[in-house]
């Protein structure tokens, strides 16, 4: 028999709730202070030149993004895909999906030259430029994400729901094929230009996503003591799992059709062998730290089944998908441009990769600051959103969580073919 | 209610009229010629760009004389990057990184065979400008004469078109400016490019700094002109010419062509 599911503010104590608020908006004013300082003295205050032109704000922002597009799954499953299993935490799906948005998005605004020309950028559009689509793909995908809480959480909305869910996920869908394509279109640069860098992201959002909502999600039950039983947590886990198996496949295809098409192997030697900082953030960052380590967690027989251990899998998927994004974002711009292929430049005015070598950067300390005020950002709404409304299932202990299908099939497996 | 005052109002002081009108005709006619004028000044930049030219270069690698930078010197003294300051906790090498560059001389040698080339790159003026596609509001366009430039009321500072360039063409402003010129206006946080002298194409002057600075060094491997005229120097130095694009494969149909390469 399935019980009602009742939602229920965070009640944690409230000096405990006031400094989790205060440490994030102290994270929030440094944050702010950084944007200030490099909108004041410009970007030479930075690591950035003229050959890496994006970076470590980036790397949060564009995180952030395609975490946010996969926070919103968990909701999708339980309302697009039926499984009602799910559908206690699409609540929180939805505050995730449009907080970590936010944050990210404000990196970006941050990051830009000329900030305070933002109105430029909301009234003047070129169509043809996938930056510009992206505007009203994320600010719809807020849109539609509310009016999909909405449906969940207020009986007149019940009917909207499915057909909400839907447009949502095809939304989200194309937010993040999106977000890929800014990079996947750029036909300059050998790391870029493959068409594949679309559904990665894609699956790399899945992951990211929801490795996050975990985290979340396991933190503000255990701080009020709130049961997370193990049916739902072995679903969640499971399904981390396979993310991020997707997530390595994806990338595995990738480097393998480079590797396939003689002119990018120069790239990918350097990429796999001798990138210094980019191969090591590759290997170790995104291969071992974010794919292997934690997949072995997940499927170990004791270790997937404890909390702590799928807590710490999840932390290593985020920290490997920051990793996944300095590589991608910032070994490809690092890697000289293929200006004269054939031909090794001696000496160049601007840094052309003289001698094939690869641009310089180093992070700044403000660019790091700024990065992580977004994340607090999110964080900041998400606390505030699950304290003043009923975001949270008040337990996801076994015996409430709705009856699974797969619980049906049981009997099914208890005898052997 | 009615109006008490209406039978009280003073009568029309006629003096002061005509007095107001005179000042009027006055200020009119002592503005008037500076306006006229300058309306005619600006004449040559009022009529709209043609698309009948499509300007570019040809640039003759064998004749680009190696340590020769005249071509360099010319384009920054032109654009006012010669004013360019480095701030001062900043590092020679990480300066040298983010300071503007349009024009900026390339020396390669072929792997098979050993051969030098030395050559000047800035934009190459496509003709389907992949910065001109990503900008995401439209800063980035290229002129109906086929000049690739940035519109600096419009760009945001994104970065984007520069993530887009295959040639490396463009810069970022990373730094306060001071001291500019008033013919090249520019400003921290927009990105910029060679524009062909835009503002001489516009005065109807018939070269690019780069190009005369070349020439009166002697070299001549810089040639200016509108590709679409098959009679101009430059049509005829391409008909007689091999030469070829940069990056050729990415068929932008670019408006630099280079000898030699």
Same mark, same amino acid.
Request: include cysteine; aromatic fraction near 10%; hydrophobic fraction near 45%.
């Given at each position: 028999?399935?019980?009602?599911?009742?939602?229920?503010?965070?009640?944690?104590?409230?000096?405990?709730?006031?400094?989790?608020?205060?440490?994030?908006?102290?994270?929030?004013?440094?944050?702010?202070?950084?944007?200030?300082?490099?909108?004041?003295?410009?970007?030479?205050?930075?690591?950035?030149?003229?050959?890496?032109?994006?970076?470590?704000?980036?790397?949060?922002?564009?995180?952030?993004?395609?975490?946010?597009?996969?926070?919103?799954?968990?909701?999708?499953?339980?309302?697009?895909?039926?499984?009602?299993?799910?559908?206690?935490?699409?609540?929180?799906?939805?505050?995730?999906?449009?907080?970590?948005?936010?944050?990210?998005?404000?990196?970006?605004?941050?990051?830009?030259?000329?900030?305070?020309?933002?109105?430029?950028?909301?009234?003047?559009?070129?169509?043809?430029?996938?930056?510009?689509?992206?505007?009203?793909?994320?600010?719809?995908?807020?849109?539609?994400?509310?009016?999909?809480?909405?449906?969940?959480?207020?009986?007149?909305?019940? &009917?909207?729901?499915?057909?909400?869910?839907?447009?949502?996920?095809?939304?989200?869908?194309?937010?993040?094929?999106?977000?890929?394509?800014?990079?996947?279109?750029?036909?300059?640069?050998?790391?870029?230009?493959?068409?594949?860098?679309?559904?990665?992201?894609?699956?790399?959002?899945?992951?990211?996503?929801?490795?996050?909502?975990?985290?979340?999600?396991?933190?503000?039950?255990?701080?009020?003591?709130?049961?997370?039983?193990?049916?739902?947590?072995?679903?969640?886990?499971?399904?981390?799992?396979?993310?991020?198996?997707?997530?390595?496949?994806?990338?595995?295809?990738?480097?393998?059709?480079?590797?396939?098409?003689?002119?990018?192997?120069?790239?990918?030697?350097?990429?796999?062998?001798?990138?210094?900082?980019?191969?090591?953030?590759?290997?170790?960052?995104?291969?071992?730290?974010?794919?292997?380590?934690?997949?072995?967690?997940?499927?170990?027989?004791?270790?997937?089944?404890?909390?702590?251990?799928?807590?710490?899998?999840?932390?290593?998927?985020?920290?490997?998908?920051?990793?996944?994004?300095?590589?991608?974002?910032?070994?490809?711009?690092?890697?000289?441009?293929?200006?004269?292929?054939?031909?090794?430049?001696?000496?160049?005015?601007?840094?052309?990769?003289?001698?094939?070598?690869?641009?310089?950067?180093?992070?700044?300390?403000?660019?790091?600051?700024?990065?992580?005020?977004?994340?607090?950002?999110?964080?900041?709404?998400?606390?505030?959103?699950?304290?003043?409304?009923?975001?949270? &299932?008040?337990?996801?202990?076994?015996?409430?969580?709705?009856?699974?299908?797969?619980?049906?099939?049981?009997?099914?497996?208890?005898?052997?073919? | /209610?009615?109006?008490?005052?209406?039978?009280?109002?003073?009568?029309?002081?006629?003096? =002061?009229?005509?007095?107001?009108?005179?000042?009027?005709?006055?200020?009119?006619?002592?503005?008037?010629?500076?306006?006229?004028?300058?309306? @005619?000044?600006?004449?040559?930049?009022?009529?709209? @760009?043609?698309?009948?030219?499509?300007?570019?270069?040809?640039?003759?690698?064998?004749?680009?004389?190696?340590?020769?930078?005249?071509?360099?010197? %010319?384009?920054?003294?032109?654009?006012?990057?010669?004013?360019?300051?480095?701030?001062?906790?900043?590092?020679?090498?990480?300066?040298?990184?983010?300071?503007?560059?349009?024009?900026?001389? @390339?020396?390669?040698?072929?792997?098979?065979?050993?051969?030098?080339?030395?050559?000047?790159?800035?934009?190459?003026?496509?003709?389907?400008?992949?910065?001109?596609?990503?900008?995401?509001?439209?800063?980035?366009?290229?002129?109906?004469?086929?000049?690739?430039?940035?519109?600096?009321?419009?760009?945001?500072?994104?970065?984007?078109? /520069?993530?887009?360039?295959?040639?490396?063409?463009?810069?970022?402003?990373?730094?306060?400016?001071?001291?500019?010129?008033?013919?090249?206006?520019?400003?921290?946080?927009?990105?910029?490019?060679?524009?062909?002298?835009?503002? =001489? =194409?516009?005065?109807?002057?018939?070269?690019? %700094?780069?190009?005369? %600075?070349?020439?009166?060094?002697?070299?001549?491997?810089?040639?200016?002109?509108?590709?679409?005229?098959?009679?101009?120097?430059?049509?005829?130095?391409?008909?007689?010419?091999?030469?070829?694009?940069?990056?050729?494969?990415?068929?932008?149909?670019?408006?630099?062509?280079?000898?030699? @390469?």
């Amino acid at each position: 028999m399935m019980k009602r599911i009742v939602y229920r503010e965070w009640r944690i104590p409230p000096a405990r709730f006031w400094g989790i608020l205060g440490i994030l908006a102290s994270v929030i004013g440094i944050g702010t202070l950084s944007f200030g300082y490099m909108e004041h003295q410009g970007h030479w205050v930075t690591g950035m030149n003229n050959a890496v032109v994006w970076g470590l704000p980036h790397v949060f922002a564009v995180f952030l993004v395609i975490a946010a597009s996969g926070a919103l799954n968990i909701a999708s499953i339980g309302t697009v895909f039926r499984k009602p299993i799910y559908k206690p935490l699409g609540r929180l799906s939805g505050l995730l999906a449009v907080a970590l948005l936010m944050g990210g998005l404000l990196i970006l605004v941050t990051d830009l030259g000329r900030p305070e020309r933002l109105i430029v950028a909301i009234t003047s559009y070129n169509f043809s430029s996938i930056f510009a689509w992206n505007i009203f793909l994320y600010t719809g995908f807020m849109a539609i994400v509310i009016a999909y809480l909405w449906t969940m959480a207020d009986r007149q909305g019940g &009917p909207f729901n499915r057909p909400v869910g839907i447009l949502a996920l095809f939304w989200r869908l194309a937010l993040t094929t999106g977000t890929g394509s800014i990079f996947g279109f750029l036909v300059a640069r050998e790391a870029y230009s493959a068409a594949i860098l679309g559904p990665m992201f894609v699956i790399l959002s899945f992951a990211y996503g929801l490795a996050v909502f975990l985290l979340v999600l396991m933190f503000a039950f255990a701080e009020e003591g709130r049961v997370i039983g193990p049916k739902i947590l072995r679903r969640l886990k499971n399904l981390l799992a396979l993310f991020v198996a997707g997530a390595l496949y994806f990338m595995l295809i990738y480097h393998l059709t480079n590797l396939y098409a003689a002119k990018h192997d120069d790239f990918e030697s350097w990429l796999l062998l001798h990138g210094g900082i980019y191969t090591f953030a590759f290997w170790v960052g995104s291969i071992l730290i974010g794919g292997l380590l934690p997949l072995w967690i997940l499927y170990h027989p004791e270790k997937g089944k404890n909390c702590n251990w799928v807590a710490a899998a999840a932390a290593l998927v985020i920290v490997g998908g920051l990793s996944t994004m300095y590589v991608v974002i910032i070994g490809s711009q690092a890697y000289p441009m293929p200006l004269f292929p054939g031909q090794t430049i001696l000496e160049s005015g601007f840094g052309d990769g003289v001698g094939g070598r690869a641009a310089s950067y180093w992070p700044s300390i403000p660019e790091l600051l700024l990065g992580l005020g977004g994340v607090a950002v999110g964080l900041l709404i998400t606390a505030v959103g699950v304290r003043v409304l009923q975001f949270l &299932p008040e337990s996801l202990a076994d015996d409430v969580v709705p009856v699974d299908e797969e619980t049906l099939g049981e009997a099914a497996f208890a005898k052997p073919a | /209610m009615k109006d008490e005052n209406r039978t009280n109002l003073e009568p029309v002081d006629r003096e =002061r009229r005509t007095f107001i009108g005179a000042a009027a005709g006055v200020g009119a006619s002592m503005v008037a010629p500076g306006v006229i004028l300058h309306a @005619v000044e600006a004449a040559p930049r009022a009529t709209s @760009v043609s698309s009948d030219v499509r300007w570019g270069l040809a640039i003759d690698t064998a004749k680009c004389a190696e340590g020769c930078s005249a071509c360099i010197d %010319a384009c920054d003294r032109e654009n006012g990057l010669d004013l360019q300051t480095k701030p001062k906790p900043l590092s020679e090498s990480k300066w040298d990184q983010q300071k503007a560059v349009w024009i900026r001389k @390339v020396k390669l040698q072929d792997n098979q065979t050993g051969r030098i080339t030395n050559l000047p790159m800035m934009c190459q003026h496509c003709e389907d400008p992949p910065c001109v596609d990503v900008c995401p509001t439209g800063a980035s366009f290229k002129r109906a004469d086929g000049i690739v430039m940035v519109d600096r009321h419009l760009c945001i500072g994104c970065r984007y078109c /520069m993530m887009a360039c295959p040639y490396k063409a463009r810069s970022f402003i990373h730094e306060a400016l001071e001291g500019q010129l008033t013919s090249v206006p520019r400003g921290k946080g927009c990105v910029e490019s060679c524009n062909l002298c835009v503002d =001489r =194409r516009d005065y109807g002057e018939e070269s690019t %700094a780069c190009a005369d %600075a070349c020439a009166a060094e002697g070299h001549n491997a810089i040639v200016f002109g509108d590709l679409k005229d098959p009679e101009s120097p430059i049509s005829q130095l391409l008909k007689a010419l091999p030469t070829r694009q940069i990056r050729e494969d990415l068929e932008l149909n670019t408006g630099v062509r280079y000898a030699g @390469v």
